[in-house]
């Protein structure tokens, strides 16, 4: 298994593809109504193999070091549902995912796999914004008797409020790259003018804010 890539590779990668995009003169506005210079979609990672080889090896390595005794990997639906799998096929690990809300018909599951009580588990996001929905799944895995032992994501927008909510949580976790990498990325490789390093830098501060 390969040592993980740097966060500034990874930055590079979802730029190139267009996982990524920066538009700090024309920005997004998200459900919540903020606007944003940036939209994420990782998903997007897939369609390309050997980028989608490196971050899965890139996860599988930087689990197995900083959670070595992981006995399982369980995907967020939807988007961390084919990055689970990929990477618990690299570590071979038992795989499942976990939905947001139980199914409403058939046997009614919200985790589909079979993993025991008490198994160590990893869950597995593509994307980190305030933590609160990776957080819900935690929630309701440690529910069901799974010991979750950290979290994995490829992106996080860094914001603090994420980290205060993994903190009170008690739940460790890591992302591949994040978004100070980005922007410094993003400047290097031209994608954006150095001028504009300022605003995205402001956004990240105060993301409701921003724009208005």
Same mark, same amino acid.
């Given at each position: 298994?390969?040592?993980?890539?740097?966060?500034?590779?990874?930055?590079? #990668?979802?730029?190139?593809?267009?996982?990524?995009?920066?538009?700090?003169?024309?920005?997004?506005?998200?459900?919540?109504?903020?606007?944003?210079?940036?939209?994420?979609?990782?998903?997007?990672? =897939?369609?390309?193999?050997?980028?989608?080889?490196?971050?899965?090896?890139? %996860?599988?390595?930087?689990?197995?070091?900083? #959670?070595?005794?992981?006995?399982?990997?369980?995907?967020?639906?939807?988007?961390?549902?084919?990055?689970?799998?990929?990477?618990?096929?690299?570590?071979?690990?038992?795989?499942? #995912?976990?939905?947001?809300?139980?199914k409403s018909h058939g046997?009614?599951?919200? =985790?589909?796999?079979?993993?025991?009580k008490g198994c160590k588990?990893?869950?597995?996001?593509? +994307?980190?914004?305030?933590?609160?929905?990776?957080?819900?799944?935690?929630?309701? +895995?440690?529910?069901?008797?799974?010991?979750?032992?950290?979290?994995?994501?490829?992106?996080?927008?860094?914001?603090?409020?994420?980290?205060?909510?993994?903190?009170?949580?008690?739940?460790?976790?890591?992302?591949?790259?994040?978004?100070?990498? %980005?922007?410094?990325?993003?400047?290097?490789?031209? #994608?954006?003018?150095?001028?504009?390093?300022?605003?995205?830098?402001?956004?990240?501060?105060?993301?409701? =804010?921003?724009?208005?």
């Open positions: 298994m390969q040592e993980p890539i740097d966060a500034a590779k990874i930055a590079e #990668y979802l730029l190139q593809i267009k996982a990524i995009k920066l538009q700090p003169n024309d920005p997004f506005t998200w459900a919540s109504g903020w606007k944003s210079p940036i939209y994420c979609d990782n998903r997007v990672s =897939l369609s390309f193999p050997q980028i989608r080889t490196d971050i899965k090896n890139a %996860l599988a390595a930087k689990i197995s070091a900083m #959670y070595p005794e992981a006995e399982a990997i369980v995907g967020v639906a939807t988007a961390g549902i084919p990055q689970g799998a990929l990477v618990a096929d690299v570590m071979n690990l038992p795989a499942a #995912y976990v939905r947001p809300e139980p046997r009614q599951n919200q =985790l589909e796999g079979d993993l025991p588990v990893v869950v597995l996001e593509d +994307l980190i914004s305030t933590g609160k929905s990776s957080l819900k799944a935690v929630e309701v +895995l440690r529910e069901m008797g799974l010991e979750v032992i950290g979290l994995a994501a490829i992106f996080t927008y860094g914001f603090p409020l994420a980290e205060e909510n993994f903190k009170a949580a008690s739940c460790p976790w890591f992302a591949l790259s994040d978004y100070n990498a %980005l922007i410094e990325t993003a400047v290097n490789t031209g #994608y954006v003018e150095q001028a504009d390093a300022a605003s995205l830098a402001e956004w990240r501060k105060a993301p409701e =804010l921003w724009g208005k």
